[in-house]
Structures are given as structure tokens and as C-alpha cells.
């Protein structure tokens, strides 16, 4: 850390928080504490309180911790998934809710600072450093439970390192069985030899790091135990990249489907629509119309019309196909955040029909913003869509009778990206729930950290900037063929995979400095 630049400890975990005071003070780092309240002010010397989840309060804060400091802080040791509220193992509502304060409270953090670690990073600093106790292997092969909550806070981080050139990101995982000493010591030798890997793990075995294995898509001799009378429900099944799996789930198997989305199942085309096959010819035929009966309507209304309509095409080409693919389907419009209706559907599936085979959970939106832009609304609809109905699946599905449960998560998740660090901390959420319950659930889970498709949410615009970053997009047929030899997998347990092209190019994309 260059000279001056003051070293931010933020949350409040006494033990950890003194040690790293004490040791960092005696060798002349000017070393500083942001704890989280409800107001904002001076608590002593070297600790300020604020509310993390105001910018105003943390704009103050930032101004008392410099105090008459010329220099910026040039370093950020992230505690807060470490605090009490944040280590608990139980999975209920109030644990999806700490999980979305720790994931925007982290975002907020680096957000107020963001500047101070550029300049510091100009000058040889800029650190960023978050820990977690996810068992010091974040998660992997965890016979222990491990705190859930704490997992969205890898993600913001992970988009953090690609947004913001220069800076040095460590997510560091620690086994809490292990003597804080050797702990210490690990981390400050992690610290000095200011090695590249961002996801660094400590455990009794030692220092740990993820990387990927290459494996091909294998046609599987084996089929599942699927037939028309299983019941497969999907979540955003209508629509995208759910939609292509959910029809080669019905060419091979032709299971009761049961299709979740928020949008109500389309009319009928009106006539005068039913005649306008292109997009050009839509969009003209919606400029017409709607300048008619409204002079002031603006290029955007009418290309959210466009979208709306297409959307529509494809809800009913979709459940159209399926059903001549020989699989019956339900479709239920309802918002999958709402755990009270989400819960009563799955309750009336069991209900009535006394089964579900297998679940895809392909909910999910993206609302891409850098750091400095994001908005709580926004952060929280991006990752409770995917969060909280994960948990809603993991409290009413009966995993005795269930053969998989499939999340569709993003290699934004694995990676981090630019502009979606709630997205990634969703994903990384997902992620971590299945490394969870596939320790303690008979059937398949996984999570599908898919890269890029040339479908679903992937607009024209994002197809750009792919082309620009030399990344390939997943052709559909191809993404589908991966998703069923993944669907049938039978080698050695593996709840997280990523399925992509261009894998390196993506992961390129962090590594700036
Ligand atoms: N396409 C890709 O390249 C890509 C890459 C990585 C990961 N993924 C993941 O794959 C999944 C599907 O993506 P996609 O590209 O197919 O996106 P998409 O075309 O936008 O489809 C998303 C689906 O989710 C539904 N949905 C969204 N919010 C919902 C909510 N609150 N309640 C109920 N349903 C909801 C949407 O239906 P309504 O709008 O009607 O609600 C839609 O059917 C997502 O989880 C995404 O994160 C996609």
C-alpha cells in the first residue's frame, strides 16, 4: 500500500478487526473502521458509523474517515460477511433477506469508494478484499453447512475486478476450524506474493483455488426416468433459452410440463398483426397506428410494443411446439419473488397431481449498470428474482421424490462481469445453493453457469459487444444438446459447471491490471 493511503476495515468483527489493526498500525499503515448502524457518526478515534444502505450516509462517512488525509484509501478489507447477522446456516426467509443486504450493502461500499481505489491503484495500491466462511473452499464439496447468505457478496466482487480497471480483488475463504494464527499468516503471505487468482480458499489443507476442468458433451446411453406421466415444472419456461430446453425434454420424453412467467399467456394475434411476419413490417405498423391516436408517442413506447408482441409470438410458438412434441402443458402467470403464490402452486401440484419429477429454475432478469449506477429497486429485483425463488423451491419441493433441480445461473456468476454485480452475486447464489443441497438431496442438482446464448435475453446490442470481444455465443441446438448430457451425468458429483463457449475470453475480461 503506497505511502498515506489508509487502509479501510469494513464491518464489525472484533476479533479479526483488532488483529488486523494491531499488526497493520505497528508497521505505519494509517488503518481505519466503517462499521454499519443507523446513523451516521464518529464512535472513536479510528471507527465511524454509517448506513450502508444510504449514499448519503456513506458520502459522509467516507469524508469522516479521510478526516485531514490527503491521500485516498487505498485499501478495503470487506468483513461484513463475516459479521454474526451473516453466519447463520439455516435457510429461511429472513436469511434470503440478510443475503440481498449483505450482496447491496458490499455494492454500496464500493461504490462510495471507488474512486479513492483507483487513484490508489494508479500509485500501487487499490485493494479490495473480501472474506467469507463458506468451509475455505467456498462452498465446494462442503459436507458442513455453510452460511448461504455470504454468497452474493463473491459476485459483486468478481464484477467489481472487471469494472474497475487497475484494482487488485481477492475473495478469500476461510475454514473458521482453522487456528486464527495460521490463518493470519496464510492471508498476509496471500497478500504479499500479490498472486492473480481471485478466489483464493484457506483450509486445513492449506491454500486452495478453483479452476475449470474441460469436459465435451457425451451422448448418454442412459436415459432418465422420465415418461409422460412425470411431472417437470419450469420457471421461465415460455420464454429464451428455458423454452429450447424445455422442447427437448418434450421430443425425448414428452413429461407434464408446468410453465411459470410473469407475463399473462398471450390472446390470439389480433388479424391485422397475424399478416406482419418481419420486424420492419411490425415496427412500421406500430409507428402508424400509434402516432395515430398519439402524436407524442416516443421511439422507445414503440419499440417496447415491438418487444412485447414478439414476446407474445414466442409465448405461443413455444407452448405451441411443445405441445405437438407430445408433452401437456400448464402454464401459470404469476411473479416467482412472491413466495405466497409461488408456494401455493407448488403445493397445489402436489396436491393434484402428487408428484414433480424435476425442476429448472430459469427465472431470472438482468438490469446491467456499473457499480456507480446501480439503484437499490434495481439490485434488489435482479437478484431476488433468482434468490428468493430459489429458496421457495428449497423449502416446498420434496427432494425424496424429486430426480433434478436445476438452476439456470451465469458464467457472469463464476466470472463476474461488467455492469452486472447483482447479477453475479445472484448467480453465485444459485451457485452455492446447489453445492449445498446437492450434499444432502438424492436426486441430480446443478447449477448451469451458462455463458452467452445466441437467444433469450442476449439483444442485439449484447450481441454486439460480444462480436467486439471476440466471445462466441452458444448456438441453441448446442446449448440444448450440453444441457441434456448434463441432465443425465452420472460421473462423479459436480453441482456447479459452466457451459460456454469463448471460456477464456470471458474470464480475460478481469484481468486488466
Ligand atoms: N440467454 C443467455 O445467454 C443466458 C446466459 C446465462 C444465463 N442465462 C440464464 O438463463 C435463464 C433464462 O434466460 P433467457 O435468456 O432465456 O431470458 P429470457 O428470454 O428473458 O427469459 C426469462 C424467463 O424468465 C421469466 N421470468 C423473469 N422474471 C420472472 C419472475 N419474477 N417470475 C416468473 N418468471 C419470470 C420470464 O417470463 P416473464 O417475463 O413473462 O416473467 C421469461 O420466461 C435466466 O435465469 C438467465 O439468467 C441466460
Not at 29 to 43: A, E, F, K
Not at 141 to 156: H, N, R
Not at 206 to 216: H, S
Not at 475 to 500: D, K, W
Request: aromatic fraction near 6%; charge should be negative.
Amino acid at each position: 500500500l503506497p505511502n498515506g493511503h489508509t487502509l479501510l476495515i469494513v464491518g464489525d468483527v472484533p476479533e479479526v478487526s483488532a488483529a488486523i489493526e494491531i499488526v497493520l498500525t505497528a508497521e505505519d499503515y494509517r488503518v481505519r473502521q466503517l462499521i454499519s448502524g443507523s446513523s451516521t457518526r464518529i464512535v472513536s478515534e479510528n471507527v465511524v458509523e454509517a448506513d450502508f444502505s444510504s449514499a448519503e450516509s456513506l458520502r459522509e462517512a467516507h469524508r469522516l474517515v479521510l478526516g485531514s488525509a490527503a491521500d485516498p484509501i487505498g485499501a478495503i478489507v470487506n468483513l461484513l460477511a463475516l459479521e454474526a447477522q451473516f453466519r447463520h446456516h439455516h435457510r429461511t426467509s429472513a436469511d434470503e433477506a440478510a443475503a440481498l443486504r449483505l450482496a447491496q450493502n458490499t455494492s454500496n461500499v464500493i461504490k462510495q469508494f471507488e474512486d479513492d481505489l483507483r487513484r490508489s491503484a494508479a500509485q500501487g495500491g487499490g485493494w479490495l478484499i473480501n472474506f467469507t466462511s463458506l468451509n475455505g473452499k467456498f462452498g465446494v464439496d462442503s459436507e458442513i453447512p455453510f452460511p448461504l447468505a455470504q454468497a452474493g457478496t463473491l459476485g459483486v466482487m468478481k464484477s467489481a475486478a472487471k469494472e474497475i480497471p487497475g484494482i487488485r480483488v481477492k475473495n478469500i475463504d476461510l475454514d473458521s476450524q482453522v487456528e486464527p494464527q495460521v490463518l493470519f499468516a496464510s492471508i498476509t503471505a496471500e497478500l504479499a506474493a500479490d498472486a492473480p487468482e481471485i478466489e483464493v480458499g484457506f483450509n486445513a489443507a492449506g491454500r486452495w483455488t478453483l479452476e475449470l476442468r474441460e469436459q465435451l458433451a457425451t451422448e448418454s446411453e442412459e436415459a432418465l426416468a422420465l415418461d409422460r406421466e412425470s411431472v417437470v415444472l419450469v420457471t421461465g419456461g415460455a420464454h429464451g433459452i428455458t423454452a429450447e430446453v424445455c422442447k427437448a425434454l418434450a421430443r425425448d420424453y414428452s413429461p407434464r410440463l408446468i410453465l411459470v412467467g410473469r407475463s399473462p399467456l398471450p390472446a390470439d394475434e389480433p388479424a391485422a398483426l397475424r399478416e406482419l411476419a418481419s420486424t420492419t413490417a411490425l415496427r412500421q405498423y406500430l409507428i402508424a397506428t400509434m402516432r395515430r391516436t398519439d402524436a407524442s408517442v416516443t421511439p422507445a413506447q414503440i419499440e417496447q410494443a415491438l418487444r412485447q408482441i414478439l414476446k407474445s409470438r414466442q409465448m405461443r410458438a413455444n407452448l405451441a411446439e411443445l405441445r405437438r412434441l407430445g408433452s401437456s402443458v400448464e402454464y401459470h402467470a404469476l411473479d416467482v419473488r412472491d413466495a405466497a403464490s409461488f408456494s401455493q402452486l407448488l403445493d397445489d401440484v402436489y396436491a393434484r397431481i402428487g408428484r414433480i419429477d424435476g425442476v429448472i429454475h430459469g427465472a431470472g432478469v438482468i438490469d446491467d449498470r456499473m457499480i456507480r449506477d446501480k439503484t437499490p429497486e434495481s439490485f434488489a429485483r435482479v437478484f431476488t428474482t433468482k434468490v428468493n425463488s430459489a429458496m421457495t423451491l428449497t423449502r416446498k419441493l420434496r427432494p425424496e421424490s424429486l430426480k433434478f433441480l436445476i438452476f439456470f445461473s451465469s458464467i457472469s456468476g463464476r466470472f463476474g462481469n461488467i455492469g452486472q454485480a447483482d447479477y453475479s452475486a445472484a448467480n453465485e447464489y444459485l451457485n452455492k445453493l446447489a453445492q449445498q443441497l446437492d450434499q444432502s438431496w438424492p436426486g441430480r442438482v446443478v447449477a448451469i453457469n451458462w455463458g452467452p446464448w445466441d437467444a433469450g435475453m442476449v439483444s442485439d446490442q449484447l450481441r454486439e459487444i460480444y462480436h467486439q470481444k471476440d466471445i462466441d455465443l452458444i448456438p441453441p441446438a448446442e446449448g440444448v444438446r450440453f444441457f441434456m448430457s448434463e441432465l443425465v451425468h452420472r460421473g462423479p458429483s459436480a453441482p456447479e459447471v459452466v457451459i460456454t463457449c469463448s471460456a477464456r475470453q470471458i474470464e480475460q475480461i478481469s484481468l486488466k491490471r
